[in-house]
């Protein structure tokens, strides 16, 4: 079936590196790709997003690139500080007027090292 | 802040019963999706709700319905409340279809 996979689960990483988490997703008809952060105790926090049609979009500190070919998205933190620990999703969004569903993968645990 | 308030945060129930959850939308969001997430999990798609109809479904049982009302809040109903209900509910709203959501702290069901 479908699904949104994460390559690992935890990811530990020394501050000020930067760090990069990997996603693999299955339906290629997917329209929409965003990423969250999620703190303990807290409903995840959008970070960055992209469409099908783009291949790479940047935010403050934050990439996304996406590679439809493999089917394949990752999120890259640049200077990676203490404040990013947390539990990281990529989801991915389908459909069209018959009905829309977004699929979250299972997560990636950063650890921040001081 | 989100702008995205869910009630109650925490909720204990009894296997059988029934549940509403409460979702109030950001200021101006049509569009409200449903998430249950277990313990260690990711969030598992419940259903969307647009501008008052469901328009988007999960693989979740009829047990779980809900609503959207005009002003854009919604509901989540569970009937018949199985142990394995237990997990942060969570919604989120935004505009549309395939643009950014803002999501809620969530409601902490426990079923016993």
């Known amino acids: 079936g479908e699904s949104v996979g994460l390559h690992l689960p935890t990811l530990s990483v020394q501050e000020g590196d930067n760090s990069i988490i990997n996603c693999a997703y299955s339906?290629?008809?997917?329209?929409?790709f965003i990423w969250y952060k999620q703190e303990s105790g807290k409903g995840p926090q959008f970070i960055i997003d992209?469409?099908?049609?783009?291949d790479k979009r940047q935010g403050q500190r934050v990439t996304v690139l996406l590679n439809k070919t493999v089917k394949h998205l990752s999120l890259q933190i640049a200077a990676t500080q203490p404040g990013d620990s947390a539990v990281y999703f990529c989801?991915?969004?389908?459909?069209?007027?018959?009905?829309?569903?977004?699929?979250f993968g299972a997560g990636t645990r950063l650890f921040v090292k001081a | 802040e989100t702008g995205v308030t869910q009630s109650p945060t925490h909720l204990i129930k009894t296997r059988g019963q029934q549940v509403t959850l409460r979702c109030s939308s950001q200021?101006?969001?049509?569009?409200v999706s449903w998430y249950q997430q277990a313990l260690g999990q990711g969030p598992q798609f419940i259903f969307q709700?647009?501008?008052?109809?469901?328009?988007g479904r999960g693989n979740f049982p009829p047990r779980f319905s809900g609503l959207q009302f005009p002003n854009y809040s919604s509901e989540l109903n569970v009937n018949a409340l199985e142990l394995d209900d237990s997990a942060l509910y969570l919604c989120?709203?935004?505009?549309?279809?395939?643009?950014?959501?803002?999501f809620g702290q969530g409601t902490r069901l426990t079923v016993v």
């Open positions: 989120a709203s935004s505009l549309g279809h395939f643009s950014r959501a803002f």
């Open positions: 339906n290629s008809a997917s329209d929409y």
């Open positions: 992209i469409r099908s049609n783009m």
């Open positions: 989801a991915e969004s389908s459909g069209n007027t018959g009905g829309f569903k977004t699929i």
């Open positions: 200021s101006g969001h049509n569009t």
């Open positions: 709700y647009y501008r008052e109809e469901e328009n």
